[in-house]
Every structure is written in structure tokens, then in C-alpha cells.
């Protein structure tokens, strides 16, 4: 958990690509510095991608190895979201926990509530939570200048640190605008899904088929490691045809080389986002019979002790079921 110290439906939808000459109004002085709070897996690529790109960035994260690596990377890494506001009015957030996210929030209400001169603040929040505690949250700020945008990131950590995120921007038309050329940055392509919340309901949609489609790509795969094929063939060639999907592609590698121990999205934090999906089924009395099915695959692999690990160590499990290492 990250304890921060001392702290109607848009029609539209629309791609934003580098092309775009969409200029922000906030002021121009501070529209190469941006705060990054938290500085994870996530966050510390997104704050890669911006020093790279000429922004000046100021971060804050509770751990010290994070910090540490951080300003090796040329983070100016600061004690709390005061002085985070003190450089920035344009913020991210990347946490691990709603817990960690109404920290933050607390903050940055208790730093706009003593300010006399309210500047206009905008957070773009980019992790995984519940949709309700986002929503609690943009109520709360609105009433003090800070507009919370709805952004979570479509993409591993690894797709990450090779710039290839999708954005799903949800919330006030102008606040996004503003935030384009800090999105653009670090991502592939950066879509408005309009109103506020629209952002999590597409990453929901999406983790959806991420998890079904990770254990596919392991049960393919082992299925060609038992048929007698090289696992790494199995996804190069697999990968060019019609059974070809991202997690194939991004997480098809690790599992072919039984090289899961450095995570780009750690199994227990997954763990979060499945819970998350599976409460949304409930609420729409949606059918999910693969979800469900992939569900105890996860369960058994942090079982294992795998948590701390990537996602594709669900090969771990498959190979458990057939007696094969582990």
C-alpha cells in the first residue's frame, strides 16, 4: 500500500497520433513539468518515456529502491504531493491499491484546501481500481479546482517500456486536451472514451480478455512442448497466424523460456484487477464461463508462491497438472 507522506455521455471517440496539434491552456511555463505519484513497475517507465521526450519530471513513491532507481533516471523525486504541486499542476498517478489512491487524494484535497489562490490542478489516474472509488473521488476534487481524469493504461510493463500503451482517457474534454502531449509521450495512441469512468469500463472489457488470453497462450504453448515442437517456434510461428493475440506475443516468450521471475504485471496485483472484473460480472449479470475457468489458474499459481512473479507464470500450474516441472 502506498501511504503517502503528509498527505452525459461524450458522443465521441476519438485517436489522438503524434501528428495531433492539440495545445493545452494551462500555463505555458510549466508545460514541460509533469508529477509522477507513484513510481512502480508502470510509473517508472512512464517517467523514462517523459525525461526522454525533454519533460522535466518530479516524482514521489514510498519505497526507497523506487526512489533510488528513479533518480538514476533523472526523477526529481520530492517528499509529498505538496511539493509535487508546488512544480506541477499536471500529475499521475500509477498505485497499486485503492487505499493508495484515497492517500493521494486526501493529499492533494488537504494542499488545494489551504491554498488561497485555488490554481486549476489535473490528476490523470492510470491504475486499475473500482470505478466507484475513482467516482467518489472525481466528486470530492471537482469542488476545489483539481479535475480528475479516468486513464487507465491498456498494455504490460514491458509494452510500457517500449512505448507501446494505449491511453483510455475518460473525463472533461479540456483536462484531456491539456494532457495530450504528456500521454503522447509515453504511449502508442491515446483515445478520449468520453465521460468520466468510460476509462475503467474499457480497461475492465479488456483485462477481461487479457486474462483468458494469457492462459491460452499457455495451454498452446505446453499443448506444443507436448506435441514435440520447440515452445519458442510455438509462439514465432503460431504468432504470425490466425491464433496470434498480444499475450501470445508479449508473455508467449516468457513462458517459452520458463522466464517469469521478473514481473511486468506481478501475479498478486493481477489478482487485484480479476477481483475487480469479477464484481463487475456480477453487477451486469454478465456470463463469463472463460473467465471463470481462468480464474482457479491464477489462484493455484499464487498459491505456488508466484506473486511477486509475472502473470505468464500460470505455465507454472499447466505444467504442475501434467507432472512436469514447476
Known amino acids: ?58 516524482g514521489l513513491d514510498p519505497d526507497a529502491n ?10 526529481r523525486c520530492v517528499s ?40 486549476v490542478c489535473i490528476l490523470a489516474e492510470t491504475s486499475t481500481l473500482p470505478l466507484e472509488v475513482k467516482q467518489k473521488q472525481h466528486r470530492r476534487l ?25 491511453v483510455y482517457a475518460s473525463g472533461q474534454r479540456k483536462a484531456i486536451a491539456s494532457m495530450m502531449p504528456v500521454f503522447r509521450a509515453f504511449s502508442r495512441a491515446q483515445i478520449d472514451v468520453g465521460r468520466f469512468g468510460n476509462g475503467m469500463r474499457m480497461k475492465l472489457v479488456s483485462n477481461l480478455l487479457v486474462a483468458i488470453h494469457n492462459v491460452a497462450a499457455a495451454e498452446a504453448i505446453l499443448l506444443g512442448k507436448r506435441l514435440g515442437l520447440d515452445p519458442a517456434d510455438v509462439v514465432r510461428v503460431v504468432g504470425e497466424g490466425a491464433g496470434a493475440s498480444r499475450m501470445l506475443q508479449v508473455r508467449g516468450p516468457l513462458m517459452a523460456r520458463r522466464n517469469w521471475q521478473e514481473a511486468t504485471m506481478k501475479l498478486s496485483l493481477w489478482q487485484k484487477d480479476m477481483a475487480i472484473i469479477g464484481q463487475s460480472l456480477m453487477l451486469t449479470q454478465t456470463p463469463a464461463p472463460l473467465f471463470a475457468a481462468s480464474v482457479p489458474i491464477y489462484n493455484a499459481a499464487q498459491a505456488l508462491g508466484l506473486g511477486e512473479q509475472d502473470t505468464a507464470s500460470v505455465m507454472a500450474v499447466l505444467e504442475q497438472m501434467v ?4
Do not use: W
Open 1 to 58: 500500500m502506498l501511504a503517502i507522506p503528509g498527505f452525459t455521455n461524450c458522443p465521441y471517440t476519438r485517436v489522438c497520433e503524434p501528428g495531433d496539434q492539440q495545445r493545452p491552456s494551462m500555463n505555458q511555463a510549466n508545460q514541460g513539468i509533469v508529477g509522477i505519484i507513484g513510481l512502480g513497475i508502470m510509473g517508472s517507465a512512464l517517467a523514462d518515456h517523459l525525461i526522454s521526450k525533454g519533460f522535466t519530471v518530479f
Open 66 to 75: 523506487a526512489i533510488a532507481r528513479a533518480k538514476r533516471a533523472g526523477v
Open 80 to 119: 509529498g504531493p505538496d511539493e509535487l504541486l508546488g512544480h506541477s499542476q499536471r500529475l499521475i498517478s500509477s498505485l497499486p491499491s485503492s487505499a493508495a489512491f484515497d492517500a493521494t487524494c486526501d493529499a492533494i484535497h488537504a494542499h488545494q484546501s489551504r491554498q488561497a489562490d485555488k490554481r
Open 142 to 166: 471537482s469542488k476545489l479546482g483539481v479535475h480528475l481524469l479516468d486513464c487507465p493504461l491498456s498494455g504490460t510493463g514491458a509494452q510500457a517500456r517500449a512505448g507501446d500503451l494505449i
Open 323 to 326: 507432472g512436469e516441472k514447476a
